[in-house]
């Protein structure tokens, strides 16, 4: 089985199985394990099964899952339960790991950025942050830590915008995702002459309603 860059390089190619499996790989770095679970029923009955139980082995014994589509978001969720058991080192080896597998694994860099902040290395935390901010800028957690970031350094103004971002987020609904580019898909899919039509049949009915 293919690893994450031989994946990307045959998604690009134009393989369509490539593409769709990317983009289960793209709802695995959100931790939209949900969303991931609905994608896989779309697969073929072996494939399907596959991702059906990668999904299940990520949830309930992570260390046994060997697939290499889901060794990345593996190393991440063994890096947070080692975060949560106090052991960071170990914790940061795991997400060093997921990045070496799969470099845009935001999820991972964020983990990252948030070790140096506890270690006060402000500075190695935002490139990191930064750099997980350009593949997820809807990510209101990471909009959080930029926040606890600009509270330490001082600058209150960043620190108020990323967290008035981060409600904001919170309080939207989670944007799909194109299975073709990853981006996410417009809120209102009308076109904008569909929403001035609209517009205007309202504006008509509101002057000339009896």
């Known amino acids: 089985m293919e690893g994450v860059k031989d994946l990307e390089a045959e998604a690009l190619s134009g393989d369509p199985k490539a593409q769709a499996l990317l983009h289960f790989l793209r709802l695995l770095r959100r931790k939209d394990y949900a969303g991931a679970r609905a994608y896989a029923e779309g ?26 589509l889901f060794a990345a978001e593996k190393e991440v969720v063994l890096g947070v339960k080692a975060v949560r058991e106090g052991r960071r080192e170990e914790a940061e080896a795991h997400f060093k790991r997921a990045l070496a597998l ?50 330490r350094k001082g600058d209150l103004d960043k620190m108020v915008a990323h967290m008035k971002r981060a409600t904001r987020l919170k309080m939207a609904p989670l944007p799909s995702l194109d299975p073709l580019t990853g981006k996410p898909r417009r809120r209102f899919p009308l076109p904008l002459w569909a929403w001035l039509l609209l517009f205007a049949l309202l504006a008509y009915l509101f002057l000339h309603k009896p």
């Open 102 to 151: 799969d470099p845009a694994h935001h999820r991972a860099l964020t983990n990252l950025g948030t070790l140096h902040l506890e270690r006060g290395e402000l500075e190695e935390a935002l490139a990191l942050y930064q750099e997980a901010l350009k593949l997820a800028p809807e990510d209101p957690l990471l909009h959080e830590n930029l926040a606890a970031l600009y509270k």
């Open 43 to 68: 697969f073929p009955e072996g494939e399907r099964e596959r991702l059906l139980r990668g999904l299940s082995l990520l949830e309930e014994d992570p260390e046994a899952l060997d697939d290499p």
